[in-house]
């Protein structure tokens, strides 16, 4: 059973006011909140907001997102510390520093706050119409909330991926993701389940590729290339509810609801299959939010879990598909001992390894704290086996 909304709570005009708090973030309702308007400037704003005061906007939607950018200047101009004191940190450092800034900086530019009536409308001037965008989010709302204006413009850029998809050259198609469902932006993972070899077990079949699993769906995107390239059926599992629907939704967009079985599950569901794929997070660190879980695995619980009970799941001479990155390795958060040691305690062997590099903007970015690590990053597809 859930427990009680936050509440927020605030003095406006002589009055103590309060609304239900949403946050994705898990951030707990701010308690100094002050009412702000255009006459607030943004130096004022960063100040207050930096000192853990919330600021409540009744003004012009529009003057707030300019305000919002604004702060932002100022956190991004800030000399950084690491930088101060060495040029150089060690990558796991570097990595540390890095997030402790963006959870800092995330922090304070939460603290602008939105109003929402119980319809998803805003009633500032010059606000937007967002009820669509926060009815896919939230659901729907039946008492006024309050939110950050951070928070808000992250629904609405989820809400026109949702509404464009992203092109996937590999499947022919475009991927809608959901918010709070990884996008499949990163296409190098994509494109190794697209050219992997299939397993040996699937030569030797008469009714050639029959079954699969995809662990943790997310959009479905692998689910789809697996049966664009010939699986007859795939079993896909993801444990939260946000991706279930997105996967789902994007089957029927593509035609391929009676090839999919999707399941609401951890890891496995029951059952053995010749071919098991998983693309879990690839950084064993926390993650701030749920919205950082698709990249933060702590301690690399989901990756563990999916090598321990993989050989009990496949087939005989079946192949589980493991892609992950080895930022992990360039950061100094998790050694190519130490996977290599993971798989071989769960009982399974490497029988190969197709590599890509990333393409992403960052990176060649050279100006990222984690530069030197992202340019050598590499995502592999780990095919392995059951030892016997």
């Known amino acids: 059973m859930r427990g009680a909304q936050p509440i927020i709570r605030w003095m406006e005009g002589g009055e103590s006011c309060s609304a239900l708090w949403r946050s994705e973030a898990g951030v707990a309702p701010p308690e100094r909140v002050q009412v702000s308007d255009d006459t607030l400037t943004a130096d004022a704003a960063f100040r207050l907001a930096s000192g853990g005061t919330a600021l409540l906007w009744r003004s012009d939607f529009q003057n707030a997102r300019q305000l919002l950018q604004a702060m932002a200047r100022r956190i991004d101009r800030r000399p950084r510390k690491s930088l101060q004191r060495r040029m150089t940190p060690p990558p796991s450092e570097a990595f540390h520093l890095q997030r402790m800034a963006q959870a800092q900086r995330a922090r304070t530019l939460g603290m ?8 998803h409308q805003i009633r500032l001037r010059r606000a937007p119409d967002v009820r669509q965008a926060c009815e896919e989010a939230y659901g729907a709302a039946e008492t006024p909330y309050v939110i950050s204006l951070r928070e808000l413009l992250g629904l609405i850029g989820a809400h026109e991926w949702r509404k464009k998809g992203i092109a996937i050259p ?7 993701p959901h918010y709070g469902v990884f996008s499949p932006v990163r296409g190098e993972y994509v494109s190794l389940v697209a050219d992997a070899p299939w397993p040996e077990v699937f030569h030797s079949s008469l009714s050639g590729p029959s079954l699969a699993f995809d662990i943790g769906t997310g959009t479905g995107v692998l689910a789809a290339i697996l049966i664009k390239r010939g699986v007859a059926r795939v079993i896909a599992t993801d444990r939260e509810q946000r991706a279930l629907v997105c996967a789902r939704e994007n089957f029927a967009r593509l035609g ?15 059952g053995r299959a010749p071919l098991i794929v998983c693309n879990p997070p690839w950084v064993p660190a926390r993650a701030n939010s749920p919205l950082d879980q698709a990249v933060y695995d702590p301690d690399s619980r989901m990756l563990r879990a999916f090598l321990d009970g993989l050989a009990e799941h496949l087939d005989p001479g079946g192949e589980g598909w493991l892609i992950l990155s080895d930022l992990a390795e360039h950061l100094g958060l998790r050694s190519r001992s130490d996977l290599l040691a993971l798989i071989d305690k769960a009982g399974l062997k490497v029988l190969g390894r197709l590599d890509v590099r990333p393409t992403h903007p960052r990176a060649k970015d050279s100006n990222d704290p984690l530069y030197l690590a992202r340019a050598a990053e590499v995502t592999s597809l780990w095919r392995l086996g059951a030892t016997p």
């Open 112 to 119: 602008l706050l939105i109003p929402f009536e119980a319809d």
């Open 170 to 176: 590999a499947l022919g198609a475009r991927i809608h």
């Open 256 to 270: 391929l609801g009676r090839q999919v079985d999707v399941l609401q599950a951890d890891l496995f569901p029951p």
